[in-house]
């Protein structure tokens, strides 16, 4: 007698249990293999800058040989960018958000100079290109007599392009609002103010939030060209800096790309998780 | 008696169309006014330019002692457009259901937002309005989770929190799956013996036959009757009210 037998559930598994099941291993099987891809894929680029030599058949390859030296004495320098950079994408986010917010709201408006203000807005900030935007608060300004710090250059510049481009999804994120929704509130005598702080605008937040988490993302990414000015001593420069001056562009650009991919990766953890949490109930 | 509810000389253009055309009309207080009539005829413009959700192109509205001329503008305009709504409550045919707030924080959400009311005050308030529609022991959860008559009794609740003295429903069952009808007529019918004056466009006959002191019966922006429903589905006297009649007789939306 073999012990070590399975015991057999009471009942046969329905027809629809099983085809459930199937269902379910193939998916899970999909999942497992694409992980094992990302695993190889990992090892492979990791093996590419791995500096081996290896001879096949006579011919002698080598791989691209990263001095770990430099990355070793590098490696807290260039990480001190870390905090910088997270500091100018929260203080840029924020800034959007009220800008995008009240553009929103100015493109609803009636009133036309609002209204106008709103659309000539948007249309400014994306209609020129961010990098020169940066400059402009960076390097235009001071002319006029008007110095900014560069971390303030930075995010005012950040924070008015994304605060064009995010207008948008704040928009539609009003007018998924139905319009029975103000109407019921008005019924029951709520004025516009009312309404639209208490019944509009926390729909129109909880739409707009998975959209703004992704413009977030994009965001930290963008926060590199800061580092155009020279005065924010965030990953991108601190990266170029020590790159430059050792001529070790490679081995500083690849750290400064794995601590990108890694934030971006950890931020898209946190969002996804968001997501999940807005979407369930209560909708 | 003094009438709760005074229309006269009420009249609405949207645009170029004329919907309303010189309607006037006095409810007395605790009756009960079915409007029937095809789509397009008004019933629901008239219905909302009582409390102005539409705003009457010209003529005026008094409800329980407040008067409002339709066809202005303004802060004493708006301030007593604002004591009308006070005065009246509204059930749409879509529910309307604030999806971002549990059934009981809806209910409340107009004594606490609109009149100041301190929150466990409202929500005892709202627990015994919500007890009247029968919906008390779904006040925790959230709109997306409840059946349409369920929602539209919570929508009737949020109406009868506010205390109205007034009830206007535009087609409350219209949106409703034919079994879940009932509930929510039911519902209506119980705040009807209540003693609630109430104004109801609606297609169920069988409720205005059974529940309305009048039924008003509308075509093309004007009142063609004005009867009691036992006269009116024993002898219609306009070709047009015939018509409707036979249409839901023979079982036609």
Known sequence: MNIFAKKQPDTPKSQAELIYDAFQRKERQFRGNVALSWIFLLLFLVFLFSGQELTIGGITFSTIKIDRTFIGENMVFIAGGLAETIKISLLSITLATILALLAALGRLSTVPPIYALSTFYVSLIRGTPLYLQIFFFFLALPQLGIVLPGLWAGVIALGLNYGAYMSEIFRAGLSSVGKGQREAAMAIGMTPGQTMLRIVLPQALRFAIPPTGNEFIAMTKDSALVAATGFVHELMWRATKVGRAQFHNLEALIMAAIFYWVMTLLLTAIQSRVENRLSKGDR | ?253
Do not use: W
């Not at chain 2, 039924?215 to 922006?221: H, R, S, Y």
């Open chain 2, 1 to 253: 008696m003094v009438p709760i509810v005074n229309i006269s000389n009420l009249d609405k253009y949207f645009g170029r169309l004329h919907v309303l055309k010189n309607i006037s009309l006095d409810v007395a207080p605790r009756e009960v006014v079915c409007i029937i009539g095809r789509s397009g005829s008004g019933k629901s413009t008239l219905l909302r330019c009582i409390n102005f959700l539409e705003e009457p192109s010209a003529g005026v509205i008094e409800v329980d002692g407040v008067k409002v001329e339709g066809g202005e503008k303004g802060r004493e305009h708006r301030q007593l457009v604002h004591d009308i709504r006070l005065k009246t409550g509204m059930v749409f045919q879509e529910f309307n259901l604030f999806p971002h707030m549990s059934v009981l924080d809806n209910v409340i959400e107009g004594p606490v937002t609109v009149k100041g009311m301190d929150r466990t005050k409202a929500r005892e308030l709202g627990e015994m309005n919500l007890d009247r529609v029968g919906m008390l022991f779904k006040k925790d959860e959230y709109p997306n989770r409840l059946s349409g008559g369920q929602k539209q009794r919570v929508a009737i609740a949020r109406a009868l929190t506010m205390e109205p003295r007034v009830m206007l429903f535009d087609e409350p069952t219209s949106a409703l799956d034919p079994e879940l009808i009932g509930e929510v007529l039911n519902v209506m019918k119980k705040v009807a013996q209540e003693g609630m004056t109430m104004l109801v466009v609606t297609h169920e006959m069988g409720f205005a036959r059974e529940v309305a002191d009048r039924v008003l019966v509308m075509a093309d922006g004007e009142i063609i009757e004005d009867r009691t429903p036992t006269d009116l589905f024993a002898s219609p006297k306009d070709p047009r009210t015939q018509a409707l009649i036979d249409r839901y007789r023979s079982g036609g939306g």
